[in-house]
């Protein structure tokens, strides 16, 4: 993993304008192309706004800067900022790893899964035989921005070859 430091220097009474921008063009560019938000400050005098991203790698980064670049979104902010005047006085980044291994300084995330009862026409019910615990029905784990009725389809499919219809 690699993170991304962008800090923007501002006028403290363009907070307000700043953020809508940010809302509305840069957070979600970077959020369509694949870029994950650790998170976002802003000090105590309101005239600094940091924001860190978290990138799989290099490559991704670049990958993601490069599509930001030349979409139409992009252009859009670009245009918007022209209207806004003095949105931010300075930006600066940097990168930085972690220093967190071997140690975890973060705590365990939840882990969502998501099953179903599967009923073929003769009301009888499709159980799965899993390696460890048994017989049981199809499910799993939800993948990150997956709906709980996409992941209960999917599994469905992927453990049984099953194309299933919640109702």
Known sequence: MIYSRK?????????????????????ANQLKHGAKLIGRW??????????????DSDD?????????RTSGLHQKAQERKKELGELYLESMQDFLTSTAEPYSYHPPKHIVSAASVIFNEDNEILLIKGPRRGWEFPG???EEGESLIDAAIR???????????IV
């Open 7 to 27: 800090t923007y220097k501002i006028i403290p009474e363009k907070l307000d304008e700043f953020n809508e921008f940010f809302h509305t063009y840069l957070y």
């Open 42 to 55: 802003v000090n105590e005098d309101r005239d600094e706004i940091t924001a860190i991203w978290e990138y």
């Open 60 to 68: 991704q980064y670049e990958n993601i800067d490069q599509q930001i």
């Open 140 to 142: 799993g784990q939800v």
């Open 155 to 165: 599994e469905a499919k992927e453990e049984s070859g099953a194309d299933i219809e």
